[in-house]
């Protein structure tokens, strides 16, 4: 109890909407954010590509039924929002891991307050920038395929 007042903790009283709630934050943030929203999206598109692709085993008249109800516009627009997410979520995720490792940020500092973000260096805004480049050079790549599999680009 002498820590709390030493220290001047702050209860967590934001649980889980701690995540979404407060968008004050800089740019780093919101990445985290949708890197977090993207991960939990890829696993739920995982269990519904593992129940729709386990239709088979319950025969081939199960599988051309699951494959009718798939087979539109809609779902193919979805695919193409799951490799949006995916291109984001993986090079945001070895973006972070290069940030981890202290790889292209420079010296550490002292934590002094008030602390510097890491963000205002030059290296990791450019990382960013490489990063949002790259991804957009793959999602182009991808709609590509898309428009050619729709019949748009013939």
Not at 31 to 53: A, E, P
Not at 67 to 85: F, K, T
Not at 92 to 100: A, K, M
Request: net charge positive; no cysteine; hydrophobic share 50%.
């Amino acid at each position: 109890m002498a820590d709390r007042k030493r220290y001047r903790f702050k209860d967590n009283l934001w649980g889980i909407w701690g995540w979404y709630g407060n968008l004050k934050f800089n740019l780093e943030r919101y990445l985290y954010l949708i890197h977090r929203l993207t991960g939990v999206g890829l696993v739920l598109f995982l269990l519904l590509h593992i129940i729709v692709t386990s239709s088979r085993m319950y025969g081939e008249a199960a599988w051309i039924e699951t494959e009718s109800i798939i087979q539109n516009p809609l779902y193919d627009l979805g695919m193409l929002l799951v490799i949006g997410a995916l291109i984001f979520h993986g090079l945001n995720g070895i973006r972070l891991i290069l940030l981890e490792y202290g790889l292209l940020i420079g010296k550490p500092t002292q934590p002094i307050y008030p602390y510097k973000p890491t963000l205002k260096r030059r290296t990791p805004r450019l990382l960013i920038i490489l990063m949002m480049l790259i991804g957009t050079v793959f999602f182009l790549i991808a709609l590509y395929e898309f428009l050619l599999v729709w019949g748009v680009l013939s």
